[in-house]
């Protein structure tokens, strides 16, 4: 049973910067991809970015292309979200997810069978 707990969250004003870490324990890491999710209130779910089990492989929502980046390091079983140029939109808990299914991410929520329980991210104008 794989457990992942999310931390780097906050409150940060537009145009500010946060990462996002979530580290893994009770499974292989580099068998599943990896992905972060967020859910602004009163929205639902949605897919922010994902990376393969390798980690060569990334793909982005088209919201956060060219402003947000995930990576993983394999050896320290972690993901990363490193979020720059943050917009007030971007205000949601977010969520790391772990698929061990597919070598490259997807973004559909049934596809990841562990979850983190979330971090809030809040952006003032």
């Known amino acids: 049973q794989v457990q992942l707990v999310e931390s780097g969250g906050g409150l940060v004003q537009a145009g500010g910067s946060l990462r996002l870490s979530c580290t893994a324990s009770?499974?292989?890491?580099?068998?599943?991809?990896m992905a972060w999710f967020r859910q602004a209130p009163g929205k639902e779910r949605e897919f922010v970015a994902g990376i393969s089990r390798s980690g060569t492989i990334a793909d982005y929502t088209d919201p956060v292309k060219g402003r947000f980046t995930i990576s993983r390091d394999n050896a320290k079983n972690t993901v990363y979200l490193q979020m720059n140029s943050l917009k007030t939109e971007d205000t949601a808990v977010y969520s790391c997810?772990?698929?061990?299914?597919?070598?490259?991410?997807?973004?559909?929520?049934?596809?990841?069978?562990?979850w983190g329980q979330g971090t809030q991210v809040t952006v003032s104008s």
């Open positions: 009770g499974g292989i890491f580099n068998r599943y991809s």
């Open positions: 997810a772990a698929d061990p299914s597919s070598s490259i991410a997807r973004r559909t929520l049934r596809a990841y069978d562990y």
